[in-house]
């Protein structure tokens, strides 16, 4: 064991302990999988990331993200903690963005004063979801079959299927069962007013859509705080089908007791960035 250099990062908020929390350590050389996965697990965090030099050329650095259980080949709230991390631990990228090497391949991440944004991965799968699984997961989430507007893969990586119920104030009132929703990645969507155009007495807070996200965890299933990449896919689904304006912001965790805001934008070559603030709660070292 040695002292590693750590930072545990709140992500999606300028507010410390309102977002999602990631554990990074700056220096994983050394280390085998089991041992990042063992740790990932002790920290009891959804997500851990380990810091390495890259492989591929143009990459900045190399980042292997953990959840419980598994290795991820890419996350959205890991990615942009990592990068804050790096940045603050004195990471240079050698040119305008940085640029992530991950299981996923390389990600551009660009910096809007204190917001980081990254480019959002294609779908490996996207189109409506089999009628089979709509209806489990309403059963699941304890909806009429009806009350699923619209539905989509959001598979980027981690194999969302996402679902979008009539309003924001029915996605917070939702009270899952694990069991029927049993191994599945889950994103439920909801807009604060009609779909596809914003009520602007709904969005007095700014955000546009409220966004809750379910998926195997901890014994059992659990809910993320905020999610990077499922609202990337969800930006790609729902501002490709017309669902939603080409810059918005998204509300995710309220249901926690979080406050993360999620802002998405397609630039004009069509590319979808995912932003939000971070925040460093604890700056130190691990023995590792």
């Known amino acids: 064991m040695k002292q590693r250099p ?5 992500v999606f ?13 700056l220096d994983g050389s050394g280390l085998s ?6 740790f990932t697990n002790w920290t009891n965090l959804s997500e851990a990331t380990f810091l390495l030099p ?3 050329p143009g990459a900045d650095y190399r980042v292997r993200i953990f959840c419980p259980g598994r290795e991820l080949p890419f996350a959205g ?16 990228p050698q040119g305008e963005h940085v ?15 204190e917001r980081l944004a990254f480019a959002a991965p294609p779908l490996r799968r996207s189109g409506p979801l089999p009628e089979e699984d709509v209806a489990l997961i309403a059963r699941g989430l304890g909806v009429p079959r009806e009350d699923i507007v619209r539905h989509a893969w959001c598979d980027n990586g981690p194999g969302w299927r996402g679902v979008m119920l009539k309003s924001a ?3 917070l009132s939702l009270r899952p069962d694990a069991a029927v929703l049993a191994g599945l990645d889950i994103g439920v969507v909801g807009p604060r007013g009609k779909i596809g155009a914003i009520g602007p007495r709904e ?11 379910f998926f195997p965890g901890n014994n059992g299933m659990a809910e993320d705080p905020v999610t990077g990449s499922l609202n990337a896919a969800l930006a790609q689904w729902l501002i490709g089908e017309g669902l939603a304006p080409e810059r918005y912001v998204a509300s995710q965790g309220t249901a926690l007791g979080r406050a993360g805001r999620v802002n998405v934008e397609r630039d004009a070559h069509g590319n979808v960035w995912i932003g939000g603030e971070s925040v460093t709660c604890v700056d130190g070292t691990v023995r590792l």
């Open 203 to 213: 969005a007095d807070d700014g955000c546009a859509f409220e966004v809750r996200a």
């Open 99 to 113: 640029v992530q090497e991950c299981g996923a391949g390389l990600v551009r991440i660009r910096r809007d004063g």
């Open 33 to 38: 999988t089991e041992e990042m996965q063992h």
């Open 77 to 92: 709230h890991p990615t942009l903690g990592s990068c804050h991390a790096w940045l603050e631990a004195g990471g240079r």
């Open 54 to 56: 890259p492989t591929q």
């Open 169 to 171: 104030a029915q996605v």
């Open 6 to 10: 750590f930072k545990q990062v709140d």
């Open 13 to 25: 908020t300028s507010v410390p302990y309102r977002g999602n929390p990631l554990a990074v350590v």
